[in-house]
Every structure is written in structure tokens, then in C-alpha cells.
């Protein structure tokens, strides 16, 4: 009995001072960038994206966002994930008059650093059908979207 103490005490003095998960994979650079972009703010995960970038979860501003990096810390993007309650109005408002009988399900807001956007992803719903559409922040769409069909299996 002793023995599996001293093992499960071991085991966790050995992970007291884990790293974020992830965060070995990520270059010093990144970090560092990371760092001067959201200052105090702990990632809760990194997550190794095809194309060497790197992207950490986290809560900003009290949304779970994540911030996009290429291998050189070059901060790409930031993703912030809204429910359908708190998209802004104006967006909301214009995709459900757009969109007659759907309704928002959630949103995101990417804002792309390179290109100087700030849009947000739509995510409609109505039985029997998925819909997702980019939009500005007044509701303009910038992209159609495609409905997928799919099997309601009764939740109408």
C-alpha cells in the first residue's frame, strides 16, 4: 500500500508543472508572439494545424476563441466562437430576414489579420436542413451558403 502511494505522489509531483498540452510542439517563436498578443491569457490547449501553424484555445474577452499562427509567429487570425443569443444584432437580424424559417444556431467571428476582415460564420438550422453563410458585421453576405441535407429523424 505504501508502494502505490509514494507511486501516485510521484505522479503527481512529476505533473505539477505540466506544459499546456501541446505546447512542446509549438516554436519559441509563436509562443513569444502569442504572448505580446494576448498577454496574460494561459491557452488552455495548442493544436498542430496542417501547413505548419499552430493554433491556441483559449478564453478571450469571456468567449472560448482561438488565435491562429504560422511557424514564424505570424499571427494569422482569431477566432471568436458566439452563441445564437449573442451574435450581433445587425448580422442576426439580416441572415434571419435573409434566410426566412431558419434560425441561428451559432456564430463565429474570424477575424483575419492579413486580409483586414472581420466576418463572421453563421451556423442556421431548420428541420431538415443545415446552413452555413459568411457575413459582415451588418448582415451583408459574402459568401452563399450550402445547405447540407440531412436525416431530421424526427426533430422537427
Known sequence: MKNIFTLFLFFILMNAGAQVPGQKL??????????????????KRWEAKIGKQFEAVMIHNNKPSRARYDANGKHLFTTYHWTGNTCPDAAKN?????????????????????????????????????????VNA???????????????????
Open 26 to 43: 509549438v516554436p519559441k517563436a509563436v509562443l513569444d508572439q502569442f504572448a505580446v498578443d494576448f498577454p496574460g491569457i494561459t491557452p
Open 94 to 134: 439580416a441572415i434571419l430576414a435573409t434566410f426566412s424559417g431558419f434560425k441561428v444556431d451559432w456564430a463565429n467571428e474570424v477575424i483575419n489579420l492579413e486580409k483586414g476582415t472581420d466576418r463572421f460564420l453563421i451556423h442556421l438550422s431548420k428541420p431538415g436542413h443545415i446552413l452555413k453563410v459568411f
Open 138 to 156: 451588418d448582415g451583408s453576405v459574402v459568401t452563399d451558403g450550402k445547405e447540407e441535407e440531412f436525416n431530421d429523424a424526427g426533430n422537427n
